[in-house]
């Protein structure tokens, strides 16, 4: 079946701009993930979604991230006012119901110019 | 804050059984150990997780110590297509964190 599709998959922006990234998870999973990950580095948390709690925001770097999740699929990364530092791979990843293991989509590399 | 502790790096030879330690000797009692693998250029790929007892999928085997202070990752019979970092991660709810994982090279 479709696994989690991410898009676009190359994002160039000029710094200061606002980007966002997309996140198509696997129909019926009801947990969704994004992280982040800069170049040589594991994965960095930013924000958990579950059903219709309230979302962990704890691995959110500053607030010029934010990430929303419509109709509980579909999953907005927005990224404001981008510096270079938010240079990396950001991955989605999504998870079904009471099962453990996550399942990646292929990520969005971002470079900030 | 690292949980487990991996070599950086290792390599195996084609064919050959492949066996990858972690120590995560703070683990608590209701932390699974989980690994994960990512091939160049692709997101993570979950591969197995346990948390007391030894387990086996069609990819690896995981063989965890009775006292669960380190673990093992065995693939029986490793390719060329299994070269890519491998994580070990520890954890008790919904968040998984990756460290930098052991690079694994097989060779033909």
């Known amino acids: 079946g479709a696994g989690v599709s991410q898009s676009p998959s190359n994002k160039v922006t000029e710094k200061g701009k606002d980007v966002e990234l997309r996140c198509d998870p696997i129909?019926?999973?009801?947990?969704l993930y994004w992280y982040r990950q800069s170049l040589g580095q594991g994965l960095e948390f930013l924000i958990y979604?579950?059903?219709?709690?309230?979302?962990?925001k704890s691995g959110l770097p500053s607030d010029r991230f934010s990430a929303e999740r419509t109709g509980g699929s579909v999953s907005t990364l927005t990224i404001q006012r981008t510096q270079q530092e938010d240079s990396a791979v950001y991955l989605c990843?999504?998870?079904?119901?009471?099962?453990?293991?996550?399942?990646f989509g292929p990520g969005t590399r971002l470079t900030v110019t | 804050d690292a949980k487990t502790t991996q070599p950086p790096s290792m390599d195996c030879a084609e064919g050959r059984a492949a066996n990858l330690p972690c120590n995560h000797s703070?683990?608590?009692?209701?932390?699974?150990v989980y690994w994960y693998r990512q091939i160049h250029s692709q997101g993570p790929q979950y591969i197995i997780h346990?948390?007391?007892n030894n387990e086996t999928n069609e990819m690896a085997s995981l063989i965890i110590t009775e006292d669960r202070k380190s673990s093992t990752l065995i693939l029986p019979h490793a390719t060329l297509r299994d070269t890519a970092v491998y994580y070990c991660?520890?954890?008790?709810?919904?968040?998984?964190?990756f460290g930098a994982g052991t690079t694994v090279t097989v060779r033909a």
């Open positions: 990843a999504s998870r079904w119901g009471p099962d453990l293991e996550q399942y």
């Open positions: 129909s019926g999973h009801t947990a």
């Open positions: 979604f579950q059903g219709n709690s309230a979302p962990d």
């Open positions: 703070t683990i608590s009692g209701n932390e699974y």
């Open positions: 346990g948390l007391k």
């Open positions: 991660i520890v954890s008790n709810d919904y968040k998984l964190s």
